[in-house]
């Protein structure tokens, strides 16, 4: 168990539709990361935040976004899906940033149809 | 852009028989190489991580070393527990408290009686 909790674990939705997916990183931890695993491209970085502020970004869609609450949990709603944002949705956690060992949670499967 | 490939995709071994995987990279300013390790449907579990050229770590059957261009995770006498997906990634040197991690597209390792 790393210590990174993700809800809901399994998620079917219509195309068109919103979702969100909420993570709690390990406690003392500042930094939350989110990527994306598909079967034909890996895992990719979304984005980062540290301590409630946006710090890295990657290939997200416009269509994603994301936020990290004074908690420090952090959401990703991705909405208008399409049948390609069917994926493994894994957040992250380090303590700070760079050079910090970053620690996986057990992901949120989401399946659009 | 940060990048790294992994070989060989997949490797079949027998109970006992040692080898080795490979993780090439090209990164400006390393700050990590981590090595994970990944089952179907779950998380990646943190392995190592190395900073320097020259640097080794160990844990169990694993061993993982560093040059300047790539790492290998020698796999010594596995045993059929050992199969996952191994991945590796690379944290490249960003602003401030700014972190991602790129990932290669992983070694599925098969070990069998």
């Known amino acids: 168990d790393s210590g990174v909790t993700q809800t809901p674990k399994h998620l079917i939705t219509a195309t068109g539709q919103r979702v969100t997916l909420r993570c709690s990183p390990r406690?003392?931890?500042?930094?939350v990361y989110w990527y994306q695993q598909s079967l034909d491209q890996g895992l990719q970085f979304l984005i980062q935040?540290?301590?409630?502020?946006?710090?890295a970004k990657g290939n997200i869609l416009e269509r994603f976004s994301a936020q990290q609450f004074p908690d420090l949990h952090s959401e990703l709603n991705l909405s208008s899906l399409e049948l390609g944002d069917s994926a493994l949705y894994f957040c992250a956690s380090s303590v700070q940033g760079s050079g910090n060992t970053i620690y996986f949670g057990e992901g949120s499967w989401l399946t659009v149809v | 852009e940060d990048q790294v490939t992994q070989s060989p995709e997949a490797l079949r071994l027998q109970e006992g028989e040692s080898s080795s995987l490979n993780c090439s990279y090209t990164v400006s300013g390393l700050r990590g190489l981590f090595w994970y390790r990944q089952d179907p449907g779950k998380g990646p579990e943190f392995l190592f991580t190395?900073?320097?050229a020259g640097e080794e770590k160990e844990k169990e059957r694993l061993k993982a070393t560093l040059t300047k261009k790539e790492s290998f995770l020698h796999i010594t006498a596995p045993k059929p527990e050992d199969s996952a997906t191994y991945l590796c990634a690379v944290q490249g040197a960003l602003a401030g408290t700014a972190s991602k991690l790129t990932f290669g597209t992983g070694t599925r390792l098969q070990v069998t009686l």
């Open positions: 935040y540290y301590n409630g502020e946006e710090r």
């Open positions: 406690s003392g931890d500042l930094s």
């Open positions: 190395l900073y320097s």
